[in-house]
């Protein structure tokens, strides 16, 4: 059972034709009877208002269909780098994922940073060149970009019969059969064109000749006969696609309904089964554990994603071992408390059909849940176990919100909260200083779509301020030698502590802490209650209340009190000696920078890099593609806010451009710091 089942998701950059991609999935494997259009609206996945107006996917949405006796979960994904964090918790759950390319853009900056994530998560990918009917289209540019960006080993398994507006099908060559489709998108099968069998030969020679050298038994094949075989060839790309050490490289048109079949071939034959990944593993009580993808085990699930809906509240799980059941009551090992499923359901976007059981490998969503979150762990009372959750990226624009009227005060903070529950990547907080609320998350689009979640979908009038990035300060220059003394008498037992820090740059980034203390003049306990005091004392620093980052910390010499000495006083002196030492330290204000990827008209390149450098960017390559400029920059966050309103004024709505986050740079010394 568990050996025709696939989990995968569909990644690339923005506007690749991911979500096309995943509806004429659903129309081949019949699970839909209309094709679906992004441009109208119209399509299964991209079915949030805000998504269909839009035209982009915002949130990852499961479905699920079979295809020649297997059953495929699938997850569609945003490709906008503000909802990376979307594709981060998918990433989590997927054994394989498709990789869709734009024809003629190649791999694109946000493709390479998913390509990345999928790398940290060891799922194993084919690619999908998409758009080949395109003007401009062409398979071995995009595959050179892929073997040069991403790295791995391409190994294109097809060869495209025309070019452009005369793309009408493909060769593939594994099997050495021609695949042509009619304007209806139906398919037909016959032997190789004449005109193009002596380069379809030439490419199969390629293509085991790249399969020999990755996999040990067709090598030792292709050294004994001279060739490979159609069941070797087939065998050894699974083998190399599940390793991770090659890419099986098709092409297509979505959007034409060509190339979509010999896809899902693809994901059923080179895609890993739950069976072939490896068991999951966990921890109990400080053990490390696995749990093996057996329906027979105890229940192991992952909750990677939780959504509001009027009837209730959903929680999509995938099952990793053992057996659930309606009715069943589960431990939530992250939250420590029981769990009771009220409902299981087949998902297909926002339309459900109800099961009576799931099993281990399944992707499903459950109702009941009171307190599960995304990254929470379920599993059986009997057998606990905390599964690692994905990891939440730190958010880095802000805005105030308030609500226009005063009584809707709470439901702005229901509101709030109900968002911070379905998207781990916003972060609400109340400024100590103003008072204010304060919404921060991965992007200007991502706070947009935010809010204006709360102006449909609760009728809440809301007030926003401008967008404000989260600023870093580090250490220009350190101090030696700096001695602090925490002495407090106030009847009873009172507290002493003294401490001795050097404080210094850390290259690497970060906070590192450690001890040259000898002679035991401050005892190991009393040592890491320093270290939590310096960690406490950076979460503002001197400039601005901003959070410290990339200093080294040494505890060099100190003092106890036989009576008075505590870890609160040491846990005080390392907080405040830490203060006092950043100080008098020589400080720098960070400012977050990202890397944006402008694509205009070659007559508007002037006009581009001249708002460029009006923002402080710095100009880091540009290249010509398909008669338009593409302009690489690195520029500070702070610049980009209405950066696409100003963009567009300036290429008559021609230019586009990406951006991703790249780190931390100094900023100058007139930055605002609050």
Same mark, same amino acid.
């Given at each position: ?7 995968? =998701? ?149 060869? *495209? ?61 292709? %050294? ?26 098709? %092409? ?56 509001? $809906?009027?009837? !209730? ?68 009372? =009997? ?23 005063? !009584? ?15 998207? *781990? ?55 030696? !030698? ?77 003092? $106890? ?35 944006? $990827? ?8 002037? !006009? ?67």
């Amino acid at each position: 059972m568990l050996a025709v089942v696939r989990n995968l =998701g569909i990644l690339a950059h923005v506007d690749a034709g991911k979500t096309t991609v995943t509806e004429r999935i659903l129309f081949a494997t019949g699970t839909t009877h209309k094709r679906g259009e992004v441009h109208e609206g119209t399509t299964v996945t991209d079915f949030d208002p805000q998504e269909r107006d839009r035209g982009i996917t915002i949130f990852a949405a499961a479905v699920s269909c079979a295809w020649d006796g297997h059953r495929i979960n699938l997850i569609d994904t945003p490709g906008h780098v503000d909802f990376a964090d979307e594709v981060e918790r998918a990433l989590r759950v997927l054994d394989g994922a498709v990789a869709v390319f734009d024809a003629v853009a190649g791999v694109e900056p946000q493709s390479e940073s998913v390509w990345r994530q999928a790398d940290r998560h060891g799922v194993p990918r084919i690619a999908f060149v998409n758009k080949m009917d395109r003007a401009g289209a062409d398979l071995d540019a995009a595959v050179a970009s892929i073997r040069e960006r991403l790295h791995p080993a391409p190994l294109v398994v097809q060869v *495209p019969i025309g070019t452009e507006d005369t793309f009408t099908g493909v060769i593939d060559l594994v099997r050495m059969r021609a695949l042509l489709w009619d304007d209806g998108g139906s398919v037909e099968e016959t032997p190789v064109p004449d005109g193009l069998r002596s380069e379809a030969v030439a490419r199969r020679r390629a293509l085991e000749e790249a399969v020999a050298e990755l996999h040990p038994g067709a090598l030792d094949e292709f %050294c004994d006969t001279g060739t490979l075989s159609e069941g070797t060839l087939s065998s050894a790309l699974r083998v190399v696609t599940r390793d991770g050490v090659g890419v099986v490289v098709l %092409c297509g048109s979505a959007y034409r309904n060509r190339g979509v079949e010999p896809l899902l071939d693809a994901v059923v034959a080179y895609l890993p089964s739950p069976l072939d990944v490896p068991p999951v593993p966990g921890t109990h009580e400080g053990e490390e554990q696995t749990r093996p993808a057996d329906p027979e085990a105890p229940a192991a699930a992952l909750a990677f994603k939780v959504h509001a $809906t009027p009837t !209730g509240r959903l929680t999509y799980l995938r099952i990793y071992s053992g057996t659930i059941e309606k009715g069943d009551t589960l431990w939530d090992a992250t939250a420590r408390r029981t769990e009771r499923i009220g409902r299981i359901l087949r998902v297909r976007a926002d339309r459900h059909a109800p099961l009576d059981r799931a099993v281990a490998g399944d992707i499903v969503a459950v109702v009941g849940l009171k307190s599960a979150r995304a990254g929470s762990t379920l599993c059986a009372p =009997g057998a606990p176990l905390v599964l690692e959750p994905p990891g939440v990226p730190e958010p880095v624009v802000s805005v105030a919100v308030e609500s226009r009227r005063a !009584g809707d005060t709470d439901r702005l903070a229901s509101g709030l909260s109900r968002l911070t529950e379905e998207d *781990p990547s916003l972060v609400v907080r109340t400024d100590p200083e103003t008072g204010q609320t304060v919404l921060s998350g991965m992007g200007e689009l991502h706070l947009e779509v935010a809010v204006e979640k709360l102006r449909r979908e609760l009728a809440l009038e809301v007030n926003v301020g401008r967008p404000r990035v989260s600023y870093r300060e580090t250490i220009g220059r350190g101090v030696s !030698g700096l001695v602090f003394r925490h002495v407090k008498q106030d009847g009873g037992a009172g507290q002493f502590a003294h401490v001795v820090l050097d404080v210094e740059p850390h290259d690497e980034g970060g906070f590192e802490f450690r001890s040259a203390v000898v002679g035991g003049r401050v005892p190991q306990e009393y040592v890491r209650a320093v270290e939590a005091g310096c960690r406490d004392a950076l979460a503002e620093g001197p400039l601005g209340g901003h959070p410290v980052t990339g200093l080294r910390v040494t505890l060099t010499d100190g003092a $106890t009190h036989v009576k008075d000495s505590s870890d609160t006083a040491f846990r005080t002196a390392g907080r405040l000696g830490l203060r006092e030492a950043l100080r008098a330290c020589a400080m720098v204000l960070l400012e977050p920078v990202v890397e944006v $990827t402008v694509t205009v008209p070659e007559d508007a390149v002037g !006009g581009v890099l001249g708002d460029l450098a009006a923002r402080r960017g710095r100009v880091t390559g540009s290249a010509t593609r398909a008669g338009a400029a593409i302009v690489t920059a690195t520029v500070p966050l702070a610049e980009l806010f209405g950066y696409a309103a100003r963009l567009r004024s300036r290429t008559q709505g021609r230019g586009t451009f990406t951006a991703r986050p790249t780190g931390y740079a100094p900023a100058p010394v007139a930055s605002p710091v609050r």
